[in-house]
């Protein structure tokens, strides 16, 4: 029975990875226009952003649709695979980086924006879904298979068990690491060099080094970049000559104009809710930790939680750019140009996510504990 629980998230992620190498070469979707054809890959998107003078833009989307989604399920899939018979040390590394690169394969979210663009580009063209979209569903139904299968504290009581190291008197400060979850205990007499997990390597901390300016930084930068995302258009569309440029709530007005509601509602909520939402919580979780309060506490952790969760999603616009650049480039005819409103709705996602990372969350409840003491 544990080798039937141990062999399906490998399935799964084996079945996710082929999938992925196939979606690599296979057509994505065709679409024919004023007597012309236009094929575009999964690497076309990003590459045309680069065309167009957005370099940062199109790294980005090659980087969260391609390298990530390639090495989260090459290692888990190495790390499943040799869990008994490659290194323990290896291992470890490339778990490790698995749940750190796990949040940045989006093929979930770009499946979404593929779907907003597609409502886009029926209007304009006679689109042909090709092979590689479906595989690409494929891998990431499997690949979310395998991420909820997959039991992470049994994979590194695995690979612990099979380490030679040598376990720390447990009468030490109990430190736990923020990678695997395992209670250190570190002697008082560590030395001033900096502490390791014993289990998986990663660095120990009480607290994220500069956490407070880190995460204010990145919000600051964020919400300097979230005005421009919403006033400046993200894409400008030629169509016989006319052009027209598109704002986030322009795009978002014309879904509801032809009847797509609830896709409207969903980039509502992704592109102005969730961003704006991030930002005021956050900022609210930086006041109240700063000043020491200790109000709603686990309404502030359950906050947290929730935006590490969801700020990813708001990638969904960004996706659609990529899709419509990819494919529209029929010059005078029809075509899609990426304009600045995308480049700094990307910025306002990434710093976003920065600044989620940066905060500590355990800094909240130091007031609590100064009470006790």
Request: aromatic share 12%.
């Amino acid at each position: 029975m544990r080798r039937a629980r141990r062999s399906y998230p490998l399935a799964c992620a084996l079945a996710a990875l082929l999938f992925y190498l196939f979606a690599l070469v296979a057509p994505f979707i065709e679409i024919r226009a004023y007597g012309r054809f236009a094929l575009a890959k999964l690497d076309t998107g990003p590459e045309q952003f680069m065309v167009q003078g957005f370099g940062l833009a199109g790294a980005l989307v090659f980087i969260v649709t391609l390298v990530a989604p390639a090495l989260k399920l090459g290692l888990l899939t190495i790390t499943l695979a040799g869990l008994r018979r490659l290194p323990p040390g290896l291992l470890k590394l490339s778990f490790r980086i698995y749940q750190v690169l796990a949040p940045w394969a989006m093929i979930d979210v770009y499946l979404l924006g593929f779907l907003v663009a597609y409502t886009k580009l029926t209007a304009y063209a006679q689109v042909h879904l090709d092979t590689a979209l479906y595989a690409l569903i494929g891998c990431m139904l499997c690949m979310a298979a395998a991420d909820s299968s997959v039991d992470a504290e049994q994979v590194w009581r695995t690979l612990d068990g099979r380490s030679t190291r040598t376990p720390a008197p447990a009468d030490g400060m109990p430190q736990g690491c923020h990678e695997c979850g395992y209670l250190n205990h570190v002697g008082y007499d560590h030395g001033p060099g900096p502490l390791h997990c014993q289990r998986c390597g990663g660095a120990l901390h009480a607290r994220k080094r500069d956490s407070y300016s880190r995460a204010w930084s990145f919000l600051l930068a964020a919400l300097a970049m979230y005005l421009p995302a919403n006033i400046y258009p993200f894409m400008v569309l030629t169509s016989l000559s006319h052009a027209t440029p598109y704002t986030i709530i322009g795009g978002i007005i014309e879904l509801f104009q032809s009847g797509l509601w609830p896709l409207a509602l969903l980039v509502f909520f992704a592109s102005i809710t969730i961003p704006l939402v991030k930002i005021l919580l956050l900022g609210y979780m930086l006041i109240t930790a700063q000043l020491g309060s200790t109000a709603h506490l686990h309404f502030r952790c359950k906050a947290y939680r929730f935006i590490d969760f969801i700020g990813r999603w708001s990638m969904i616009d960004v996706f659609m750019v990529s899709i419509l650049i990819a494919l529209m480039r029929f010059g005078e005819f029809a075509s899609v140009q990426a304009a600045r409103g995308a480049v700094c709705f990307a910025a306002v996602v990434v710093l976003t996510i920065f600044a989620v990372e940066a905060f500590d969350p355990r800094l909240m409840w130091d007031a609590e504990h100064a009470l006790h003491e």
